[in-house]
């Protein structure tokens, strides 16, 4: 089992004037002073031990004024507890809920309990949970003569309501595998934004990079894109971006990709993540995916529908005999106003010099963001993780091939050694492209390296370079563009989360 632990909220201090700094922690001092003011010093005390103390009252009967009916159990609970951590409990309680939302009992346990069949596996949770959570999220009945409050769960969450309620009381809660997702349900439906945050934080840290991928999928996935928990989902995609290909186009996952909400396969066109043959193959996915047999609601405004989903394929990325093949696609031919100025822009990019390319401003969206294609081609994507983290004079080195010519295709082998936080005689961020091979002859090449997040070219360089025998490395300068004191702001606007993201393309020069 993993714990997981929220920070505990900050009592609200007097008003007073002057400036006011919280101790780093409150264990290391009961009393802190913080500043001097005519009214005196603000204080405060062991909020930790505060929290522990207030646990005891979970589920005693002490100074209980309210009860909690959930399945078979009754908990003692108190509505100050309650009405602090959810407005949801505050609604509930204070009378405000309307009554039409309290409905017959018998009609509440059909609606909440209708998917929680034993006849279900573990991959249709979500869905059901989901569906019923929310469907529920009004449902419960007040007996207000003897302060009684009836709650209707699905199973799953009445099996883990224990550990919600004392995470009101105590800001702590035990998760693991099985029962993150049903304490998620339960923050979400009452609105607890403390618990909700860590069971996502638990989830993308400790869950998702270990579980199945059908199950990611399954579960995970159609969970996060309903609720919209935008951490969630990235930790989802970014678990699924490595068997995309497989996702797009087997036959084992045909039935997921066709059957996918639009909203969720936009969360995977918006990532560069994926790792794919190439992009043309990504948007023939989607021509399968709006095509499907068994959604004919998709070709209904098909227009609409296709000018949300094409903002997102990277058509720059095409090679130009792609894109011709593209032309020929019949959604080309029906709707020719959507595609006119996407591919005149992906062959005004294929035309000019990657020197030319890195000057142009219109060039820095997110349709020139590469992904991790597997296709030979003439371009890389680097993905430096955890940034701060990593110790100053390390090296980092990346090898990729790329074509040497149009034709015939033939392979170029590459080095790029990244020297993120300097070495020890210079205190820059670096990268040399190195050739690594031997060389017969001189390999004239020009070059364009970017630093990039989730949505645009941040900075980049462009130069040109002859590699011979004696000559094999060549610095890409791209010091000029980036400094490492950007680099190692707090927040620095150069990373994506804590991660540096560069791309390079390559080309021979004739």
């Keep these: 089992m993993a714990m997981a632990m929220s920070d505990p909220a900050s009592p609200s201090p007097p008003a007073v004037t002057g400036t006011q700094s919280r101790p780093s922690t409150a264990a290391d001092s009961a009393i802190s002073e913080t500043f001097d003011d005519q009214d005196g010093t603000l204080c405060y005390g062991d909020e930790r031990q505060a929290l522990t103390d207030y646990t005891k009252f979970f589920n005693n009967p002490s100074m209980s004024d309210v009860k ?60 059901c949970s ?41 800001c702590h809660v035990v998760l693991n595998r099985e029962n993150s997702l049903p304490v998620l349900v339960l923050a979400d439906k009452y609105n607890v934004a403390d618990l909700r945050q860590v069971c996502i934080r638990h989830a993308v840290k400790q869950i998702i990079p270990k579980l199945q991928l059908k199950e990611v999928f399954h579960v995970w996935f159609q969970y996060a894109t ?36 639009q909203e969720q396969l936009v969360e995977f066109l918006c990532s560069s993540d994926l790792r794919i043959k190439d992009e043309f193959e990504l948007f023939r996915a989607v021509e399968r995916w709006l095509n499907a047999p068994g959604h004919p609601e998709r070709r209904e405004n098909l227009e609409v529908r296709l000018k949300v989903l094409l903002q997102y394929i990277r058509f720059p990325m095409m090679a130009p005999e792609q894109l011709c093949e593209v032309e020929t696609s019949k959604l080309v031919h029906k709707f020719p106003h959507l595609f006119v100025t996407l591919l005149l822009q992906a062959y005004k990019f294929h035309c000019l010099p990657l020197t030319g390319r890195a000057a142009n401003k219109d060039f820095r969206t997110s349709n020139y963001l590469l992904r991790n294609y597997t296709a030979l081609g003439w371009n890389h994507r680097v993905v430096i993780r955890g940034f701060h983290e990593l110790a100053k004079n390390c090296e980092l ?37 190195q050739a690594n091979l031997i060389l017969d002859q001189c390999r004239p090449i020009e070059f364009y390296i970017s630093l990039v997040d989730n949505d645009q ?31 190692n702001a707090p927040d620095s606007e150069l990373l994506c989360g804590a991660n540096v993201i560069l791309q390079i393309m390559i080309r021979p020069v004739q």
């Design 130 to 170: 989901f569906d019923s959570a929310i469907a529920s999220s009004s449902t419960f009945i007040f007996d207000e003569k003897n302060q009684e409050v009836e709650l209707i769960e699905p199973y799953e969450c009445i099996e883990v309501f224990p550990r919600f309620l004392k995470f009101l009381y105590g």
């Design 226 to 261: 309903k609720c919209y928990h935008k951490p969630l989902i990235g930790a989802c995609v970014q678990a699924l971006a490595g068997r995309m290909d497989d996702i797009m186009s087997s036959d084992e996952w045909e039935q997921e990709w066709t059957n996918l909400d």
């Design 397 to 433: 080195t990346s090898r990729f091939q790329t074509r040497a010519s149009a034709y015939p295709q033939t392979v170029w082998d590459w080095e790029l050694k990244i020297f993120p936080k300097g070495a020890t005689n210079f205190d820059e961020f670096r990268a040399v492209l």
């Design 68 to 127: 909690l009916r959930v399945g078979d159990i009754t908990y003692n609970a108190h509505k100050m507890v309650l009405i602090r951590s959810s407005d949801v409990f505050d609604r509930m309680l204070s009378g405000e809920w309307s009554d039409s939302a309290r409905k017959d009992k018998k009609a509440l346990e059909e609606l909440c309990f209708s998917c929680n069949s034993s006849d279900y596996s573990d991959d249709d949770f979500s869905e």
């Design 457 to 487: 070219i941040l900075r980049a360089v462009a130069g040109r370079k002859n590699f011979t025998k004696s000559r094999y490395t060549a610095d890409t300068e791209i010091e000029k563009a980036v400094s490492l004191g950007e680099l």
